[in-house]
């Protein structure tokens, strides 16, 4: 076959995945790689977690579940909705998919006709522009900046919503750059009249007294999107959820029976004992999420690597490197090759993070020290001119 779909060749390499592969390669050949890229926990899982997952597997639960869940996981969830978020929504809205991803290209595909346009604060995550192209829309990225901490401009994304656009994607705390967005700000997105994809999935991992705000409950039009990877650090269980209005939900169960036909059930049973059993786990991984974030802005600074404002939520950290190299593909390789550290370009996260390296902090804290040790002697002596 000489060619494929305009579609699929317009879909760019997860830079994140090409870094953290390259570094397994180097890993398998003798290199000690310290993996500050990918977004995965050090931490097992809740211990109870683990256990349960032998126990479902034991009692025979691995086999199809109803395609939008297991009905004692939808209830959890919705609890745990009204306890986190203070918004009582009804299990039936409720949808478990394999990870967050495929519900949020099922609901870019539920909204999308070709053409339409997705708005996204920009720096952002990788896959949402993918997401959208992929179901032949367009994303449109409203700039933020490191100087404000990444709050969003309200009335820039206000000036960017035209005829097309069909929803606002937010994401807080965000990746890659770890803004909570203010809850006033949260306010003024819901009230703009476009429906808000409001991706949760990093919600609870929050410090210095910060709280974040979803738009649940504050517009009609809301579909948030949760899941077990990051709080509970259960990347590859692939288990996520969207909460979506009434009137989506035959669509997205359609959907679902077609393109994913249902979660694992015996995941499903590990992720209620997660939110009924694994709250003193979360927080124990918060607070040493919270030590590992402050030696990692105060070690990058040290460095020369600018963090203007600390992040306060998730486990990243997106540091100005444009005194060593404006092209951040080449300098994350480089580091890479020569310091052994894997870091993520900031190419990724889109032009507004280009000059820019994504650091991931759910690692040891003596991996980090180690890391930033390496990085400051090969950072030495490669300073780029400063233009007068």
């Known amino acids: ?113 070709p053409g339409d346009e997705i708005l996204m604060p920009a720096p952002h995550y990788p896959c949402y522009p993918n997401m959208v192209i992929a179901c032949g829309g367009r994303p449109v990225l409203v700039p933020t900046r490191a100087e404000d901490g990444y709050v969003i401009d309200v009335e820039r994304m206000r000036e960017a919503i035209t005829p097309r656009t069909r929803a606002i994607l937010l994401a807080s705390p965000a990746n890659p750059t770890g803004a909570v967005q203010p809850e006033a700000v949260v306010r003024h997105l819901a009230g703009l009249g476009v429906p808000i994809l409001s991706d949760e999935i990093y919600d609870g991992l929050l410090f210095e007294g910060v709280r974040a705000r979803s738009p649940l409950g504050l517009c009609d039009d809301c579909f948030v999107f949760d899941g077990f990877s990051k709080r509970y650090a259960m990347t590859g ?44 786990h979360v927080e124990m991984m918060r607070r040493e999420y919270d030590r590992r974030r402050q030696l990692l802005v105060a070690g990058l600074r040290k460095i020369g690597l600018a963090v203007p404002r600390a992040p306060t939520g998730a486990f990243y950290v997106l540091a100005d490197a444009r005194r060593y190299g404006s092209d951040s593909l080449a300098l994350a390789f480089d580091i890479l090759e020569r310091a052994q550290v894997a870091l993520v370009p900031g190419r990724d996260f889109g032009q507004a993070a280009e000059g820019f390296l994504r650091f991931c902090y759910a690692t040891a804290y003596e991996q980090i020290e180690e890391a930033l040790e390496r990085l400051g002697a090969a950072l030495q002596g490669t300073e780029r001119p400063v233009a007068s």
């Open 237 to 280: 269980f692939r288990l996520g959820y969207v909460i979506a209005p009434e009137n989506a939900l035959r669509p997205l169960q359609s959907m679902q029976q077609n393109f994913f036909i249902s979660a694992g059930h015996f995941v499903q049973d590990a992720a209620i004992v997660a939110l009924e059993q694994g709250a003193e």
């Open 1 to 113: 076959m000489g060619s494929y779909s305009a579609v699929a060749e317009s879909i760019v390499p997860f830079l994140a995945m090409e870094v953290m592969e390259r570094g397994v390669e180097m890993a398998r050949a003798g290199k000690q790689v310290i993996q500050l890229s990918v977004g995965d926990p050090d931490f097992p899982p809740p211990p109870a977690v683990v256990d349960e997952v032998a126990r479902a597997c034991r009692a025979g639960h691995t086999h199809y579940t109803d395609s939008r869940g297991v009905y004692a996981l939808r209830e959890a969830i919705a609890a745990d909705c009204l306890r986190r978020r203070g918004v009582e929504v009804s299990p039936e809205r409720v949808v478990v998919t394999s990870g967050v991803s495929p519900a949020l290209l099922m609901v870019c595909r539920l909204l999308i006709e």
